[in-house]
């Protein structure tokens, strides 16, 4: 529900424990679902918790999730879909973050200059895709 009321940390939170299993906000224990061929509803928990990690720029965690898509039920068209465009979303903010000349520094979004960003954090993609785009299947 929280992904189709747009509300990508709550619903990344959720469909976490779907995936990677972890305990709720009660503290109860949830184990995760194994993805596998023809597990319908679950295959829709894996793209769409990958498609949320898209939006909040975690792209670094979503690439696994698309990949273990690809791997595991690349027969599913609306999940190798979803897990595609996911990976192109992401390779797109890549891309959009690089600098063409990588001698001149660039300012992040801080100001602070991007060899300085760099040299004490780890580089995140910034992506901004649009609430309505990657809807799942009903």
Not at 72 to 101: H, K, Q, Y
Not at 104 to 110: E, G, L, R
Request: charged share 20%; glycine share 8%; aromatic share 8%.
């Amino acid at each position: 529900m929280y992904y189709r009321n747009f509300k990508w940390p709550e619903a990344a939170d959720e469909l976490s424990l779907v995936v990677n299993g972890g305990k709720d906000a009660d503290g109860v224990e949830v184990k995760s679902f194994e993805l596998a061929p023809n597990t319908g509803r679950v295959i829709e928990y894996y793209y769409t918790y990958g498609l949320v990690l898209v939006r909040l720029n975690r792209c670094g965690e979503a690439l696994p999730i698309f990949q273990k898509l690809l791997s595991i039920v690349p027969g599913d068209e609306t999940a190798a879909f979803n897990a595609n465009e996911g990976m192109r979303l992401c390779s797109e903010a890549v891309g959009a973050t690089a600098s063409p000349d990588s001698g001149t520094p660039s300012a992040n979004s801080t100001g602070t200059p991007a060899t300085e960003a760099a040299a004490s954090e780890t580089p995140h993609p910034t992506i901004e895709p649009s609430p309505t785009a990657l809807q799942p299947t009903p």
